[in-house]
């Protein structure tokens, strides 16, 4: 078998090319050319402003989950978070998260650990708002078709899971502390000493789930950056002329995060471009406008990360072969002390016998 094909960035290429086809097969030349006219491209000031105005919202989110451990200066963690995005939607499937872990890692001097336990918390706070958003739709009388409902109540039962969880972790920390050191520490030290490191860095990483005002502030940025996210949709109505309520916007963002909840293509190539495509023909919309409103949003979307990420490479003369390379390093890291740890199980296995 040819090597690219075992390679993600093959197969996500791939299809989003299917994805995107599909959704432009069945636009001509002209339709395009009769919506230039009908388009006003002065909505599209507001809306690139808010997309900014996002990203740096989004950046000071994460700076809040940190803060307690290390305070970054607010014009570094804009950049360095636009970066982590960029790997995000560069790297395919959930390899994006993992980029975006060993970026924040290495250049904040923060633990592995630490760094993917803030990632839990934002995954966290964006699940509440996006139900917050969902509890506002059904207050105005929007229904969510049904397929999508089943999505947000499964969302729904694991952010309270979730949420439930994190809590009992930080409230019964002693007590897991020392089950784990008499049931392990003399057994398998290596091996406890590794979970007990993990343990540190992850509860300090979601203690903010125990202070009010860091929640909140935290919640509140997460609700800001849904809100801009719903008015950049709503400016791009007014742009193409759709005669749709800030509701539908809601619809159409809610709609969108659902149906990306787990990464497909870079970039979310094609996925995208279905999800906001579907949502807007449900309210009438004709297809070729509701593809080609699809890849403007997707285009606006990507231009402040692009812009503010491509900078923070660009001043830290970093590329994406590093970090790639940081990351089969670290997987190899990983391999070597799961060898040792299985020798040393052994050597032990081995001298308890002789003893014997």
Not at 118 to 129: G, M, P, Q
Not at 303 to 328: A, V
């Amino acid at each position: 078998m040819p090597s690219f094909l075992k390679k993600k960035h093959f197969w996500g290429i791939l299809v989003a090319a299917i994805l995107l086809g599909y959704c432009l097969k069945d636009i001509h030349p002209h339709d395009v050319e009769e919506l230039l006219f009908r388009v006003n491209f002065y909505f599209f000031i507001p809306a690139i402003l808010i997309e900014f105005l996002m990203m740096i919202v989004r950046a000071l989110r994460w700076r809040t989950i940190v803060e307690k451990t290390k305070r970054i200066r607010i014009l570094r963690i804009i950049p360095l978070y636009s970066a982590g995005q960029v790997l995000n939607i560069v790297l395919p499937a959930l390899t994006g998260q993992v980029g975006r872990l060993l970026l924040f890692s290495k250049k904040e001097n923060l633990s592995k650990t630490y760094v993917f336990s803030t990632i839990v918390i934002e995954i966290l706070f964006d699940a509440i708002s996006l139900l917050i958003f969902v509890l506002l739709l059904s207050m105005v009388s929007f229904v969510l078709p049904q397929q999508y409902r089943t999505i947000s109540y499964a969302i729904g039962i694991g952010t309270i899971a979730l949420f439930a969880i994190l809590y009992l972790i930080l409230q019964f920390k002693d007590g897991i502390g020392r089950i784990g050191r008499r049931l392990m520490r003399g057994r398998w030290p290596g091996l406890y000493i590794t979970l007990r490191k993990f343990s540190n860095s992850f509860t300090r990483g979601i203690g903010l789930l125990h202070s009010g005002p860091y929640f909140l502030r935290t919640l509140f940025l997460s609700l800001l950056a849904w809100a801009a996210h719903v008015m950049i949709i709503y400016c791009l109505f007014k742009s193409f002329g759709f005669e749709l309520p800030i509701a539908s916007a809601v619809v159409v963002m809610v709609i969108n995060t659902l149906a990306l909840l787990i990464p497909i293509t870079p970039g979310n190539a094609g996925t995208f471009e279905l999800a906001v495509t579907a949502s807007l023909m449900a309210f009438r919309i004709i297809k070729s406008d509701a593809v080609l409103f699809a890849l403007a949003l997707h285009i606006l979307d990507l231009i402040p990360i692009f812009l503010l990420g491509g900078f923070f490479f660009r001043t830290e003369r970093l590329s994406l072969k590093e970090i790639e390379d940081e990351g089969e390093k670290e997987k190899f890291l990983n391999q070597m002390d799961d060898a040792e740890a299985v020798a040393g199980s052994n050597i032990k296995s081995s001298c308890s016998h002789e003893g014997d």
